[in-house]
């Protein structure tokens, strides 16, 4: 596509993860980027009034994100957040956005650490709001994305929620427990412990925002919590000596 | 070295290690290998008379198995156990051995999946008891794994438990752990995800008996257990509301 044939895209958030995809959504779009912290091409008006307008924010900045840009959508815009959740996230944005704007929820399953040589290959999950039609637009966002070499996968928002509190909630609960440890130095180690290591250490370079919207935010992460601590109890603690008969 | 050349070592237990290393040992050695379960190509008493003597067994059955072959050893012979631990299978060996044979510790920090694809490059721990001067024999015998292509690292019996209960106690307690929870089906997973259930992945396929030496014969993996605990109920445990002022 040439330049000037490219669809216009807004991109607000131009933080760790809007600065990572920018250079991908590129190849696709004209983007127009704002961020109110760091310096940007475009004001918040001019972003968000274009046809495609993409919210990287943290989960805890977007029903402010929402009202600031709901003045400057056009009618039939289509606005894709990418928060590691998906029922909060989108009914905030329904909530504070006009009802002549399309909703459409994504979840890309990697970031700046797993995707720095390259996305092709790795996961997106696609989530158009349940009570919702799918548009012809939504259609050729899902199109676009597959044509960025991502696997795109459809899932409803609920279902999304419920396998990431399980996928991202078991990793970053784990990787943070393991983090506390205060482990010795160990020179001489496993593959298995090193494989270990490096799992931790992905999900350990991500922020403090993420890790609480993680395992904090998503409904379905309390039951994971409970069985972790119970089988957790069950494995390490002390046997305690038979009573005897 | 031409086969009729190559130093003799009797191998005995012929069970999942001792049948991954032979073939490598073959590359150094003639071996006879004697299994008490499995077809075989030596007595108990000849795999024991030879100048090195290989136990591959678990540690649980090595007190037994250094009864059986006390009488067939000759004076000067190398026994080599390769057991997870250090500080507790030398001791059991000291006791049940003659005076008159050398002792030597090793650990090889792989198994039948780690090194399924060649053990170039793994590492082995080499520990001689602390009270023995090591040989001319038993530095042969490191040139001879290093030979093999083995990165060889010399510690203390105490020293290589020390470190294995994190190294290999955590990999354990947290792979039992994870393998325990039960989880729905997750077709859509993250890097980090995927890691983290490859390490588990490859402990889970050890022996119960290996779980059990690791997570329970050593004497350090107790304060494992309770930091790792600690850390998981500070991390996993719903937060209480505060008190009322």
Do not use: Y
């Not at 809007?18 to 190849?27: D, I, K, N, Q």
């Not at 290959?121 to 070499?149: E, F, Q, T, Y």
């Amino acid at each position: 596509m040439s330049p000037s044939s490219r669809p216009s895209l807004g991109l607000i958030g131009l933080g760790a993860f809007g600065g990572f995809c920018r250079p991908h959504l590129e190849r696709i779009f004209t983007v127009r980027g704002h961020d109110p912290a760091l310096p940007c091409d475009a004001t918040l008006a001019e972003a968000a009034s274009k046809p495609v307008v993409v919210l990287a924010v943290p989960v805890a900045r977007l029903a402010e994100v929402a009202q600031a840009i709901a003045p400057h959508l056009r009618p039939g815009a289509l606005v894709v957040e990418v928060c590691s959740l998906k029922l909060h996230p989108l009914a905030v944005l329904r909530a504070a956005l006009p009802d002549h704007v399309e909703l459409l929820g994504t979840h890309p399953l990697f970031g700046p650490q797993s995707g720095r040589d390259g996305i092709a290959g790795l996961r997106l999950a696609l989530c158009p709001p349940a009570d919702a039609r799918p548009s012809a637009r939504a259609r050729l966002a899902g199109r676009m994305l597959r044509g960025l070499g991502l696997e795109v996968v459809r899932m409803s928002p609920e279902e999304h929620d419920r396998q990431m509190a399980w996928v991202q909630g078991l990793t970053h609960l784990l990787g943070r427990i393991v983090a506390s440890l205060e482990m010795p130095e160990l020179p001489h180690t496993t593959s298995s412990f090193d494989q270990l290591l490096r799992a931790v250490g992905m999900v350990s370079q991500d922020s403090e925002a993420l890790f609480r919207t993680i395992t904090e935010d998503n409904p379905f992460v309390s039951e994971v919590k409970a069985r972790l601590l119970a089988e957790a109890e069950t494995v390490l603690r002390p046997a305690r000596p038979a009573l005897a008969a």
